[in-house]
């Protein structure tokens, strides 16, 4: 080999040796640092692009659950309503029945009438409270509301508005009903059975509707799930290996200095050559 102190070819395979040990070492700390094996589509174009679509997705289902959870908050709530509605319906019938007792006098009858007012008073109230973030299912004044159901935004779950207002289709009995007679108190009973089967009906399709919606809230919890296992798989960095793929390289890189320092001191046996004897 040609001793030169132009080029010294030993210092430049060391130095060209040390410089890919750092990028080797840098990228490995980089990788310890973030936790991931590519964090930018320079290091894997394919694989960043993939997992970023899937990240796209997770971000659109986190949107899907907080709709699904909004959905199951305003069924807890009408659910919880309804119930209410139903016991004071329980109640009206015993006020009813009592009211066709033909020996009661007026005193006795005048007051299961102002009871049995004030039971629907009651009624109305728990219908009107029975909302949650604006949305209320039982006064009659909204339509169905649809919740998002899957990442594209293209199905959706529905809760059906079910009309508890007194004097409405399910409730029949008018707000300003009575049981001051007999013969009224007949016709109340009548419609009161009627409201009694019509709200625990629409009580039971209620809760159906919110166990589906707990049910597909539980699967787009457990998709989301997946999804993120799936990016880790893709993208995150075993940190077992590269701590000792670190330590590792930290060792290359110090002999790779000091093999640099030994090729750059070479080109001194040229003063050698010239000493004189």
């Known amino acids: 080999m040609t001793i030169s102190v132009h080029t010294n070819k030993s210092a430049l395979t060391a130095l060209q040796n040390l410089n890919a040990t750092t990028d080797k070492l840098t990228e490995t700390q980089n990788r310890i640092n973030t936790g991931l094996r590519i964090n930018n ?21 986190g949107a899907v659950t907080n709709s699904l959870n909004r959905a199951t908050s305003i069924a807890d709530v009408s ?11 329980v109640e009206l019938k015993a006020k009813v029945v009592a009211a066709l007792d033909t020996s009661l006098d007026a005193a006795s009858r005048n007051a299961l009438d102002s009871d049995f007012k004030a039971i629907l008073r009651q009624i109305t109230q728990v219908v009107q409270n029975s909302s949650f973030d604006g949305a209320n299912i039982f006064s009659g004044t909204a339509g169905n509301i649809q919740f998002l159901a899957n990442a594209e935004a293209t199905s ?4 059906s508005t079910r009309t508890l207002a007194l004097g409405g289709s399910n409730i029949t009995i008018p707000a300003t009903a009575g049981i001051t007679t007999i013969t009224i108190a007949t016709t109340v009973l009548a419609r009161l059975d009627t409201s009694i089967a ?10 159906s509707q919110a166990k589906q919606i707990d049910a597909h809230l539980n699967f787009v919890s457990k998709l989301t799930d997946v999804l993120e296992s799936g990016v880790g798989n893709l993208v995150d960095a075993d940190l077992a290996k590269e701590s000792a793929r670190l330590q590792g390289l930290q060792v290359q890189q110090q002999l790779g200095a000091q093999a640099l320092s030994i090729a750059n001191s070479a080109p001194r046996i040229i003063l050698d050559l010239f000493r004189g004897g």
């Open 198 to 207: 019509n709200v625990n009906q629409a009580l039971g399709n209620l809760g």
């Open 41 to 61: 589509a320079k290091e894997n174009a394919s694989v960043w692009a993939i997992a970023q679509g899937q990240r796209a997705d997770i971000g659109a289902l």
């Open 156 to 159: 959706r779950l529905t809760l």
């Open 79 to 89: 659910l919880a309503a309804g119930a209410t509605i139903s016991d004071l319906l």
